[in-house]
């Protein structure tokens, strides 16, 4: 295999739409060779449709898919140096996990897949299972065999469909850990179909948040969570609160703003609107970033922190932290984590609090999107 | 230990003894069973039973028929007639032949292709079954008569040149030859084919189609390989539905065929309504029975299907 751009994935342009539906709005998209490369978005969004179009199951109504420098948008599946993880496995139930994973390698002609196989089913710890049914495993053990199937051809991309999707949450964390070992293993691109915001943060590289058939954003899962673009990104992945502000001015490096009577700062870089004194600007801000001071210890506050004030409306003990809801004037039911280090017990419902962070940790978007977007995909 | 074999206290003082709800439930499966068991017990039992004890009898129908144990009757009935028995086994080969390749090609294109076409042509299949069994086949007749349309077409186009060299027509004529019963026992027995092969095609998730084309699979490996190995209890159950019925039937050979393709039907048929022989008669069927039942055991044991998902 080549190093370098030689086997990335490149779209281009690329997009699908039945009748009057538009699945996949024209995208472009490049996934580095080696890469984990996650699609995540919720149903319906157009990740899976991308995916069966790298792979040749679906032909894209415009644009190209360019597996290095090969252009393979016209060739039939069985032609493309591509495999595929199905969601639900689609094993071949007349034919043993033996026969299975031998599969692709027997279509190629290769005559001596023996050993090949043994291996292949050694790495996905089956080797006792070799000459059982698919239906005689367990929905785990059948997950490795898909993946054995796919991966013992050494394709230059492995495209995997929501492959966790039927486990539970166990083995899902689990098999997560699994595929994370095998792609550093085999060194092979892994492009993973996913709508779980967890797994795909866990386990990729590369992000790429879908809504209605478009890219929302792109990057790694820290950037994406620290520095969202779109409110829909901001909530699909982690909770996120907002308050819609005005801005004041600039001061500096940072942005002033107005929300309620109370003024709050935003590093100018995290602002994605125009800072144009008087525009709409929606401030959010991730719970677990902010700090929960009883308001009769105010004072305790360190100058420079953004705070606003607010009322406790409901307390949940999760062991790790605690997650409160609080009421403030400037945004309804603002959700804060907090880590169980040393707990106030005055932090209980009704209780009046003063909520702070380090401006910093602030973002701004453009308050014309809907500030609860994607809050219901991610449910 | 005494006191682990004392009865835990009742939880609640008075509660209801469960037995007698169950005790009735109990019979309920055979009670379900008792119509079925009838009806087999009538209508098949009995006349089975009847019919062995026909075919062990001696006499004339002057004097009547007496049950003397006479076995030789089958081994008489088999020297006298085994043409017509390997003739109905052969037809009945062929026209099963001829229903998997026409009817595998409209099963596969039903379950996979028609989209919206689905019902309809399913319907199209079954249509032929609300007209009578003899109207179609007498309908044949016509189509294939002397001198019509089609011999006319076959003969034009050298066809029956090649049947005739082949035994399966002779002269200008098709009725009356074994391509008119074979082409006769097809079509009737077409739907039996499609209607399994339909089934057991139209359950194959297409996305094992999508596996095996991902698994670098060309479309007619897929087929080879997938498709028809999955299809194959449609293809069992479907051959099966026309073979056996095809070796008894006597309906074909006698509207569509002359005294040279006389099926064991029609021998069946004959010595039962027209000669009167009855213990001939009913050790034929009984042969004929046997026979089928020792094909169909080997060609099940051979296909394997329980070992199919």
Not at chain 2, 250 to 272: C, E
């Amino acid at each position: 295999m080549t190093n370098g751009t030689g086997g990335d994935v490149r779209l281009t342009g690329i997009g699908k739409t039945y009748g009057s539906f538009t699945a996949v709005h024209p995208l472009d998209l490049t996934v580095p060779q080696g890469s984990f490369f996650a699609l995540l978005g919720a149903s319906g969004c157009g990740k899976t449709t991308t995916l069966r179009m790298i792979a040749g199951l679906e032909e894209p109504t415009r644009g190209t898919v360019h597996l290095g420098d090969q252009d393979v948008t016209r060739l039939p599946p069985y032609k493309r140096p591509v495999n595929t993880v199905f969601q639900s496995y689609a094993l071949f139930p007349h034919l043993d996990i033996f026969e299975n994973v031998a599969f692709g390698l027997r279509r190629r002609g290769i005559k001596s897949v023996r050993k090949q196989v043994e291996e292949m089913l050694d790495l996905v710890q089956l080797g006792e299972q070799a000459r059982k049914r698919p239906h005689q495993l367990s929905g785990g053990q059948q997950q490795r065999v898909a993946l054995a199937r796919a991966l013992i051809n050494h394709p230059q991309v492995l495209l995997l469909d929501e492959p966790l999707g039927a486990l539970d949450l166990k083995l899902r964390r689990q098999m997560q850990w699994e595929l994370k070992r095998i792609q550093t293993e085999v060194g092979i691109t892994f492009v993973h179909v996913t709508h779980d915001q967890e797994e795909a943060m866990t386990m990729a590289d590369q992000v790429a948040v879908m809504n209605a058939g478009r890219v929302e954003q792109l990057g790694t899962p820290a950037d994406l969570y620290e520095n969202p673009r779109t409110t829909f990104v901001a909530n699909f992945l982690g909770t996120s609160n907002f308050i819609e502000a005005g801005i004041e001015g600039a001061s500096g490096p940072d942005v002033v703003l107005r929300a309620g009577d109370g003024r709050l700062v935003l590093p100018r870089e995290r602002c994605r609107t125009p800072a144009t004194p008087g525009a709409k600007v929606l401030a959010g801000i991730r719970p677990e970033k902010i700090s929960l001071t009883h308001a009769d210890d105010a004072d305790s506050v360190p100058e420079g922190r953004n705070r606003i004030t607010g009322t406790i409306a409901d307390a949940a003990f999760t062991g790790v932290s605690t997650q409160y809801v609080v009421d403030s004037p400037v945004c309804q039911e603002f959700a804060v984590y907090v880590q169980n280090v040393d707990r106030d017990p005055r932090l209980v419902p009704g209780a009046r609090v003063v909520l702070h962070w380090n401006p910093a940790h602030t973002f701004g978007l453009d308050a014309a999107q809907d500030a609860a977007a994607g809050v219901e995909e991610a449910a | 230990m005494t006191t682990l074999t004392e009865a835990p206290p009742p939880l609640t003082p008075t509660a209801p003894e469960p037995a007698p709800p169950r005790r009735r439930g109990r019979l309920t499966p055979y009670w379900l069973l008792l119509p079925g068991l009838l009806w087999l017990v009538v209508f098949f039992a009995l006349p089975m039973i009847y019919q062995a004890s026909t075919s062990v009898q001696t006499g004339s129908l002057e004097e009547g028929y007496k049950v003397t144990w006479h076995v030789a009757t089958y081994w008489d009935a088999l020297t006298a007639y085994w043409p017509q028995f390997l003739r109905s086994v052969a037809y009945a080969a062929a026209a099963t032949v001829l229903c998997l390749l026409l009817g595998y090609p409209l099963a596969y294109l039903i379950a996979f292709r028609a989209g919206r076409w689905r019902n309809l042509i399913m319907v199209l299949v079954i249509a032929p079954f609300f007209t009578s069994f003899l109207i179609r086949t007498l309908a044949w007749k016509t189509i294939l008569a002397d001198g019509g349309p089609l011999v006319g077409a076959l003969n034009t186009l050298h066809v029956l040149d090649v049947t005739n060299w082949l035994g399966w027509t002779a002269g200008d004529r098709v009725l009356a030859t074994p391509l008119a019963v074979v082409c006769g026992l097809t079509y009737n027995f077409l739907p039996f084919m499609i209607l399994p092969l339909y089934t057991s095609l139209e359950r194959i998730d297409g996305r094992l189609h999508e596996a095996a084309g991902d698994l670098y699979a060309r479309p007619f490996t897929t087929f080879r390989k997938i498709t028809f190995p999955l299809s194959m209890p449609g293809v069992v159950s479907g051959t099966l539905l026309t073979f056996i019925p095809a070796t008894g039937d006597y309906v074909n050979a006698d509207l569509l065929g002359s005294t040279d393709t006389r099926m064991a039907g029609n021998v069946i048929q004959t010595q039962f309504l027209r000669v009167l022989d009855y213990p001939t008669a009913a050790a034929l069927s009984f042969i004929l029975m046997a026979a089928i039942l020792v094909m169909v055991t080997l060609y099940i044991r051979k296909s394997g299907t329980e070992d199919l998902v």
